[in-house]
């Protein structure tokens, strides 16, 4: 037994990363336990999802990334229960963990708000077993298709993408891509025109978080990726081969990639504590859950106002990175016997990427990029986010060697033999 | 209908691809069959197993590999059934092929020799889902035992390798690299002693095909990397947490990995045409079936005589690849009304690769190389196999990021969400 203060860091996403490494040179014991053995940089499973990058370029070992902090343990396990007021966390297949301190960077998962037949058929984008899940069934389709006809005539290489916010758009462009960039020459008997890709938004238009200019250039630049755009439309039902929106019509699609909708990861249904709209957390300005002193929530599930301009700041990569770290802190200072302080954010921008050469940038502020700059500042801003200077450089290639060839690597079906 | 002769190719390795490739200036049209989307890269298997690689490092794209031949097509589906008299192929899932010219370079496959327990519980080591399977297994062993140290004690991070030949030393090479290097340091609360890691061969000598020398050293440099080696020794049993040697020693270990035993593809002892030890075919000086003219066989089930040498040619990556390009060029041959040549190997030599800094090559003159040189060869020959430059820059790129770090970014398991 030791002595020392122990945190327990539950989840690997950016939020629980940027605590655990913070808390490197603090007199603790940190656990980080997660259901994976890696990390996951979500801004880019839709390049793992259409081939551009692979595993290792989207999935960090987690171990990897606190090799330097000798106060720091890494779990692989599923988390069960989380009791507040016994302040221990039980799990699957591994003992009960009990804390001092607590960081909550649970993330979001996916909700299909009761869509009919989403959960049965429909592929979510939120991780890297998801993202995998979409390339093995959009190859399989297409080389389904190539030796039978009807398949194509049945819809089976069109994509139904539902959501116009950064993951739908992000997808469907990324699609796009693939399709007329790569499968045009794989399958040069499949006519191009048979392959439609559908983005369809509930909302009067996509990117809804950005400004009408950055929506417009967006809508122009999927539609020049010959990606359908359909906006005030709901999806109704969903079977294995067909979409149904609301207004009745019918979408033949054998795929249909669900980029809407996340809510608060569900263990938190279960603390006994109030929770916001989209099962999230309210947090004080030093990210502390009220009324339980040294539990510290963050990242997506947590509803962060910033301490400087009093906003309610977006779920981002770089909004749960910065506020883990600052949770971090708080907790070295606290057992430092220093005050904590409030958390105030250090904008990046809101970004997405549509395509090649094709991206948009608006800061809080207002300002706003396109294009090529934007796609640069796209591009700067998740290489800050990579976690090491490995990834950076293998990213740098990767998308320079994509740039160049326009190839796809990762378009290949590596499932178990027969 | 097109009035071309129609060039049947099944089989998408080395020698697969050297024929497709090689017929692309011919006047033919070529359908090459493959069970996977992909050409695997198998020298590298053993790096992806030990997550030094990634899947699209070793598998890539057979699409890909054909797209600027527009005489050529790709299919994916198993082979069920070949007629050489009725010039006839059937599949699984894709309508039956004839052919004017056939091209049989379906590969070997593993055999475990009637090992009791070996085909429900040993980790083969001859396809890209083989090696996943085995890595998965290790990652899944070692997060276990770091939960529940009597799974230590149970041997369960005991690693037992069968076969002294390039497979196996390769593997128990990389796995001690990856035990000693990185899961020392992923898992400092286990000690590396309980992981044992245990190279077993029948023979007097591991690497049988290589001179004493290079013998000596490969066993030196495999216990410098603590791997223990074991020759003299026949596997009697495998149970999922035991091995049993003929001796009767018992060895406690999880994870045996079977790196001995290949027989040509299962598929040629229905051809009704007489066959070899391991069910190999012998092929005539221009690498055509005996009896039946434009039938070519090339590759692993393949006995090739070299007609300078008159010696036997082992199977090799580069035999391979060269029986299948001169397959091609004699297709071409027979197309364009000339005479096929005798098939003559221009010697890369035999390589194996124990760990960082220490391979050896032997040139069928006779001529040796090991250490830093000889892993300098490696690299050269197998740079010169990979299919595209895109294919060696990666490689280049991702080695001597392992050699700067000794990281292995591979090291995760990114199996279906729960």
Redesign the interface.
Known sequence: MTSRPRVLVLGGGFAGIGAARKLGGADVDVVLVD????HTFQPLLYQLATGLL???AV???L??LV?DQ?NA??????ITGIDLDAKEVSFD???PETYDYLVLALGAEVTFFGTEGAAEHAFPMY????A??LKDHV?ERW??A??DADLVEDGALNVVVVGGGPTGVETAGALAELYRDNFA?????ISQEKARIVLVEAGDEIFAMFKPNLQKYAREALEKRTVEVVTGARVHSISPTRVTLASGEVIPAHTLVWGAGLQGNSLVRSLGIELQHGDRIAVGPDLELPGHPGVFVVGDIAVITDARTGQALPQLGSVALQSGEHAGESIARRVAGKATKPFSYRDKGTMAAIGRNAAVVQMLGGRTMKGHKAQFAWRTVHLALLPTN?DR??AV?DWA?SEL?H?R??????????
């Open positions: 259901r994976h053995d890696y692979e595993t290792t999935g960090h070992s171990r990897d090799k000798d343990v890494i779990h692989k396990a599923p297949g591994l003992a991780t890297m077993a998801h995998l899940r190859l080389e389904a190539d030796k020459r794989d399958y040069p008997g490995e450089a293998k290639v060697g060839t190839q690597v990762g378009r290949i079906s590596v499932g178990p033999d027969e």
